[in-house]
């Protein structure tokens, strides 16, 4: 009986229905979906009962028939936006290459719901059940590799943060458009001799090819996760 009280419980502990009262007018997908909407055009902070009923056409006590908090609501968007990944590839090929895409696939739902690294910061990644099809599914591309079941989730863990990382320098670039100055000053500062490093790995390294983030994103990849699963610490 102890155990039942303290276990925790998320907003798909609940069915989305109850077994009495009328049926309902709307899903929990439809909702999350207005909410995703609602964010990716306002932003994070837009997202209120209020404001999603008023997206919805109904009144914010109706919303609380479907779920019980503004809390429940994010977790219902961020996994949401799992289920926008295609897991539908099958595995057992390469799974480095399998792997790869998959990271591709995650960095792009974070740049077009740039809300969602920030909602995670805040709340914790609550694993909704697209969520643990996601972690399921990247364990499966990984079973033909090396390293040790704890590795392999912490390679999981880096795709995901490498991910988030660039979705967030890619909107920092579309939103300053400056690279090329920064790039320049970079280099102004180096000339000066004051950072004799940097000005002979500037010069080795030549000027910088034009921005390829796919490329580097890529390469990062396929450098860091053959490692972690290689010869390292269990």
């Known amino acids: ?5 303290t276990r925790p419980t998320t907003v798909w502990s609940r069915p989305e229905r109850g077994a009495r009262g009328p049926a309902p007018e709307r899903s929990r997908t439809q909702i999350a979906a207005a909410a995703l909407a609602l964010a990716d055009a306002e932003g994070l902070a837009a997202v209120s009962m209020r404001a999603l009923a008023q997206r919805l056409g109904t009144g914010p006590a109706s ?78 591309i990984l079973v033909p590799a090396p390293g040790t079941a704890g590795q392999k989730l912490e390679a999981i863990g880096l795709l995901g943060g490498l991910a988030v990382l660039f979705a967030r320098r890619e909107a920092a670039a ?27 790995a500037l010069t080795e390294a030549g000027a910088p090819p034009p921005a390829d983030r796919d490329a580097l994103f ?17």
């Open 63 to 140: 919303l609380y028939r479907y779920v019980g908090s503004r809390d429940e609501l994010l977790d219902l968007m961020a996994d949401a936006v799992a289920g926008e990944l295609d897991l539908s590839g099958a595995t057992g090929g390469d799974w480095l290459d399998d792997l790869v895409g998959l990271a591709l696939q995650s960095r792009d739902a974070h740049v077009r719901h740039p809300w969602l690294a920030d909602l995670n910061d805040r709340r914790g990644e609550v694993l909704g059940p697209h969520a643990i099809d996601y972690l399921d599914h990247a364990l499966g």
């Open 218 to 234: 890529v390469r990062l990849l396929r450098r860091l996760l053959p490692a972690m699963l290689g010869q390292g610490e269990p």
């Open 174 to 200: 579309t939103a300053t458009g400056d690279s090329a100055a920064r790039a320049a000053h970079l280099a102004a500062v180096a000339a000066e001799g004051r950072h004799p490093h940097l000005l002979a």
């Open 1 to 5: 009986m102890a155990d039942r009280e």
